[in-house]
């Protein structure tokens, strides 16, 4: 009995998770596409190479700074703000797995779910080892 | 030397004037503008995203070597621009998946732990590996996709037999067939895992989805049933590229320039190409897609060779 209870959990959490990341990608879609657009009636005219490696500037690399680039309004910052919704969106998924597991009190599944979760913020949020 | 005049192979050749046959000539130079080179690497990457749909194995691993040896892309940012792209499609192909009740969600966030760990370990490490050992790497990772692609896809016997780590971390469960549900045991938990972490390490290094080695272990190794492996490792996909991009926005390999086209382009084709394969069958289309990877491969392996 309580084995297809956790079974109807999973699958009812894993429609929702599914709803949430045709959201995610939506949305991140259609940022990069306003900032896309933007970008090139501003600098679609600019040389463009990318042979060799420069690395991106500080304002670029960062959530925080990417976050005052759009208020500043530039449209590169727009792009990178759609392309890290697009990288939370993953993350959000796993957030939510640990919800279900918390909800279920299905602690070997939280510790595990937690782990993967503090590496994912850890790479999106330091970004060093 | 009429060696030195093949700058470009002939895949990216076909790539490049597939894409370009309705817009004239196109000559890859450095003084191309944004614009110009924006929708030709957007339209090049729509047509590896939709190939890689059509034939199930993903464009991912496609990309690095189309924006690399086809456009002089280099290879950082063009792993970032691929990573960004797997994100794309792999969050949008689960989702339709999830609902056909096969993805093993604990057999997925387990494995997880090893892949998005090897992740962020080899998306650290890439700056100390030279650019042409990438590329071998790379051209071996090629032509281990295109072996395996040409196998036959025969489902194994489904095993119930119990294992201690599957019963600890109760990974045993239950899939739909046209008989019903159906039970299933998980095998080798520690060989699978170990193997996961090597899949999370390739996947940043190269700015690939590593979903053959992710269906390698979880069919091969842990018995899962096909289409149970198949979905998992979609829905492990993306957590993973997540952690390589993560780690790829800090070391500046992440430009907004070139990935937006790459993304935008990938993610469309990935979507129309889900479309297509809903009316028609495109087996046909594997075995082309194939001998593309194989000589994509052969041109890594020489460019990496030659240093």
């Known amino acids: ?129 | 030397m009429p060696l030195r005049k093949a700058k470009y192979g002939p895949v990216q050749r076909a790539l490049v004037s597939a894409v370009a046959a309705g817009a004239g000539d196109v000559h890859i130079s450095r003084a191309m503008t944004t614009l110009t080179l924006a929708l030709i690497i957007g339209s090049a990457s729509f047509f590896a995203g939709l190939l890689g749909s059509l034939t199930g194995l993903g464009g991912g691993i496609i990309i690095v070597p189309l924006l690399t040896l086809g456009f002089h892309v280099n290879f950082r940012y063009a792993v970032g621009a691929s990573i960004i792209s797997i994100i794309a499609t792999s969050s949008g192909a689960a989702s339709a998946y999830v609902r056909e009740g096969f993805t093993n969600v604990r057999v997925g966030i387990l494995l997880e732990v090893a892949t998005t760990l090897g992740a962020l370990i080899g998306a650290a490490v890439t700056g100390l590996i030279s650019e042409s050992a990438l590329q071998i790497l790379f051209g071996l990772v090629l032509l281990f996709t295109a072996y395996r692609s040409m196998k036959p896809r025969a489902e194994h016997l489904i095993l119930t037999t119990p294992d201690k780590w599957s019963e600890r971390f109760r990974l045993d469960s239950t899939y739909p067939t046209t008989a019903g549900m159906q039970p299933y045991s998980v095998q080798h938990v520690p060989a699978g895992f170990g193997l996961m972490f090597v899949a999370g390490i390739l996947s940043a290094l190269l700015g690939i989805g590593s979903g053959i080695i992710k269906v390698l272990a979880m069919d091969q190794l842990m018995r899962l049933p096909f289409k149970v492996s198949t979905t998992t490792s979609n829905f492990m996909i993306g957590v993973t590229a997540a952690a390589s991009a993560g780690v790829y926005l800090h070391y500046g390999y992440i430009d907004p320039t070139l990935a937006f086209p790459v993304m935008l382009g990938v993610l469309g084709g990935a979507l129309v190409g889900a479309r297509v394969l809903a009316r028609s069958k495109t087996q046909w289309l594997r075995p082309i897609f194939t001998a593309i990877v194989v000589v994509t491969a052969a041109e890594m392996l020489y460019k990496g060779a030659r240093g």
């Open chain 1, 1 to 129: 009995m309580s084995n297809t209870s956790v079974r109807w959990n999973d699958h009812a959490v894993e429609q929702l998770v599914g709803r949430l990341l045709q959201f995610g990608v939506l949305t991140a879609a259609i940022v990069t596409i306003i900032g896309g657009l933007l970008l090139l009636i501003q600098h679609g005219s600019a040389e463009a190479s990318y042979a060799v490696f420069r690395g991106e500037p500080a304002h670029l690399t960062s959530v925080g700074g990417i976050l005052r680039g759009v208020r500043d309004m530039r449209s590169e910052s727009l792009v990178q703000l759609g392309l890290v919704l697009l990288i939370a969106t993953p993350v959000t998924r796993v957030a939510f797995t640990l919800v279900a597991f918390v909800l279920q009190r299905d602690r070997t599944y939280v510790v595990v779910t937690s782990i993967v979760l503090a590496v994912l913020l850890y790479g999106l949020v330091f970004g060093h080892l």
